[in-house]
Every structure is written in structure tokens, then in C-alpha cells.
């Protein structure tokens, strides 16, 4: 079985994150770049499916050259190769044209059966890429698996959504995206990490990729943000000291903020 797992750098959600004040996009360099949480469990899904299966894994990423970092970590955790979508014409896609690009860095790897991604990163957290990426390939789409299960011919998820939980099977070739439940991903070893060094990356502009450059980037985007400032800090709130009548004036606080 031949997976490719989709990985992406995001910014380390303990650093603090903003946006650039040029085209307000997310200013990346500002903070710490790590390999998304949940990237991380769709690498662990990706290679118990390997194990089971065999066949091998590739790791798909779209990013800056910094991203590289990502792609070595998956490829530390046991992926065998990777594919780097890496051009400035990529800066400032939608989640419509991210999907579009990473449908065609897909398209270079041979015979790919199953492709798994998280459900979303924690910088986008729109949540859609993996079905739109399914839709654009013509696969069908197993969103928010918390169980993965395959045959090798078949693939079955338990799919939990605030609806429920629902078993859901399809041939593959498919998309499979999941959520933080799935797994508990491995730690890279120190041998893991040495060979991660030899693994082979294949960087690819949006020219070697067959991509129109002017369906992605921040200019083509559906969606822009046109200005953006600093959540304004915190108001120090209202003591209420009750010397016999704090229910009064707890009722009068509410009644003057219109909650009662």
C-alpha cells in the first residue's frame, strides 16, 4: 500500500502568534515552528497502515523552505520520503487553492492508495482541505476518523463527529483525515533521526508541479483579511462585597450589562 500523509509547519501555539502588517497573512518567522499535533497522528496512522500493509510512506508538505524541519520529522518517525511543494507564488493561498496545489504535489507520486491528513491545523482550523482534496482528486473522503481500519483493498473509519459516532467504509483509493483521537504518535529515535538525514526530498515549484500560478496565492484568494489589531486587554472586572445584600447587587451588575 502506498500512502502519502499530508504534514504541515505551523506555529508553535506556545510562541506568540500575529499577523504580518504588510498583507495581514499569518507572520510566520515571528514564532517557533513545529510540525502540527495532529500531522503527527496522521504520520503514526500512516505507518501502523505500512506496517500492516506494507508498501510505503511519502510525506506531502506545502510550505516555505523552513518547512523542511516538518518533513524531516515525519521522515524521522519512519516516512520513507517526502514531496516539499515550496514556492512564494504558494504565499497566501485559501483553502480552496492550498487544496488545489496539494492535489497536483499528490499527483507526482506513483500509485498512491490512501492519502491521510489531520482534520485541521491549528493556524487555519477551517477543517476543509481534506475533503476538498478528495473532491479535487475524484476519491471519496472518510473526514474526522477516530479508528482506521483497511484491508488493503478497503478502508473503514469510525468517524466521530458532534452528531456521533458513525462507521463509514470505502474503496480505495481514498482520503482519510483525523482527529486527535486516533493514536498516540511515536517518539523518533536517535536512529530514526540519523536517517531521516539520507531520506530522499523531492522540492518541487509550482512550474514542476503543473500548477497555474494564478490560481493560488494570496492575490487569487477568495478571502482576504483587509486590516487587523491587537485584542484590546483585559477590563479589571467588579467586586461585589457582600455585607447582606450581594444579591442585589449581583441582580443591579446584571441588569446594567442588559443580561437580565
Known sequence: MNIVVLVKQVPDTWSERKLSGSDHTLDRASADAVL???NERAVEEALLAKEAHGGEVTAVCMGPERANEAIRKALSMGADKA????DEGLHGSDAVATARALAAAIGTVESVDLVVAGNESTDGRSGAVPAMLAELLGWAQLTHARKVTSDGSAVTVERETDAGVATVEANLPAVVSVTEKINEPRYPSFKGIMAAKKKPVSVLSLADAGIDAGAVGLANAGSQV?????????EAGQKVTDEGNGGVQVVEFLSGQKLV
Open 83 to 86: 514531496v516539499h511543494l515550496q
Open 226 to 234: 483587509v486590516s487587523s489589531a491587537p485584542a484590546p486587554p483585559k
Open 36 to 38: 502540527d499535533e495532529i
